[in-house]
């Protein structure tokens, strides 16, 4: 269908007529591209030096992050392995940044009525799905010494936190999309990357969002079911809304990707693109019609509160493929 998009995707589309293809100008932002990696990689051979497995703390850290900027569903896969360490019995939290929060340099433990706010959505949501110990810091390394001191746990997830450095770790996973992979190729500015490609070397375990060729451990995204904002009891399937015209809401990192998922199912949508981890007031989603709202989990956290009528929102889940489940059980008996 022909879509009327707002302005942040116009923006959106534009960066990624930058970082997805080898233009002139990603040609000329080259030399800012190669300082970039200098400073990435001194960065992280000095922490290499100084930093050490004996600076870990008791629990055992496992990074989960990427090396390309945006949304590559880095959130719900570690939503899925703490729920993997509480099926074998292990006692684990998770830290994060908290993006979005009004106070991203304070150090706050997440509680199910948490204001996302003050906390971040992804944080909160993640509370919600598997009700583990959760604190948001910018100093992981402080929010991770927070939750062992307190919970005396044996796994600390990190979502995201790969190039942060101060964090020493066990394990590093990274999430790639298995779709659009690195873009053109080239770090910041000129590329999407945070790291070169080359850093996959490194880590313990690379994974692909989406079937890929490329990645022996995969997994895939499902939808089962719209879940009313006002109330978690009334659901609404695929079919209920089949032909019907609604307001798609995304503030993620790859809108396109939601609304994607929309359209396979005939709904039709109007999109509305709102930047990542944007704070909703109630004005942004009130559209003087009757038509439903849907928006993704991660949007719904920020906007419960607004009590909106005939307003969804779509959970997703995670299948692995047999080789990434079996390498997530060997890792973890591992640390077991």
């Known amino acids: 269908m022909n879509y009327k998009f707002l302005d942040n995707l116009d923006l959106i589309i534009d960066i990624e007529k930058l970082w997805y293809s080898k233009n002139i100008l990603s040609i000329f932002l080259l030399p800012l ?28 850290i496992i990074v989960v992050g990427n090396i390309t900027v945006g949304g590559v569903g880095k959130t719900p896969f570690v939503a899925h392995l703490a729920r993997c ?28 009525d948490s204001d996302a706010v003050e906390v971040g959505d992804e944080a909160l949501m993640l509370k919600q799905q598997i009700s583990c110990p959760i604190a948001v810091a910018a100093d992981r390394t402080k929010a991770a010494m927070y939750l062992n001191d307190k919970y005396d746990l044996d796994v600390i997830i990190s979502d995201d936190g790969l190039q942060h450095y101060n964090l020493a770790r066990n394990y590093e996973i990274v999430v ?49 079911e719209f879940v009313s904002l006002t109330s978690a009891d009334v659901k609404k399937s695929f079919e209920d809304f089949a032909n019907v015209k609604v307001h798609a809401v995304a503030g993620i990192g790859s809108p396109k990707r939601f609304f994607a998922v929309l359209e396979k199912a005939d709904l039709d949508i109007i999109p509305h693109v709102f930047t990542d981890h944007y704070t909703y007031k109630q004005a942004d989603i009130e559209f003087n019609d009757n038509l439903p709202i849907i928006m993704t989990e991660k949007d719904a956290v920020k906007c ?11 959970p997703m889940t995670i299948q692995s493929n047999e080789k990434l489940g079996g390498r997530i059980s060997k890792l973890l008996e591992e640390i077991n």
């Open 85 to 112: 360490c509480k099926d074998k019995g292990l006692r684990v939290g998770v830290v994060a940044r908290g993006y979005g929060r009004t106070d991203e340099s304070s150090l706050i433990e997440v509680l199910n």
């Open 176 to 224: 790639v999309d298995g779709e659009r992979l690195f873009g053109n190729g080239r770090c910041l500015p000129a590329g999407p990357l945070r790291e070169p490609i080359s850093r996959l070397n490194t880590v313990d375990l690379v994974i692909s969002n989406g079937e890929n060729a490329l990645y022996e451990y995969q997994y895939t995204v499902s939808y089962s």
């Open 33 to 60: 591209s190669w300082l970039f990696q200098l400073v990435s990689f001194f960065r992280r051979s000095f922490y290499k030096i100084f930093r050490s497995k004996a600076d870990l703390i008791d629990s055992c």
């Open 304 to 314: 419960r509160e607004f009590n909106t009528e005939n307003a969804w929102y779509l």
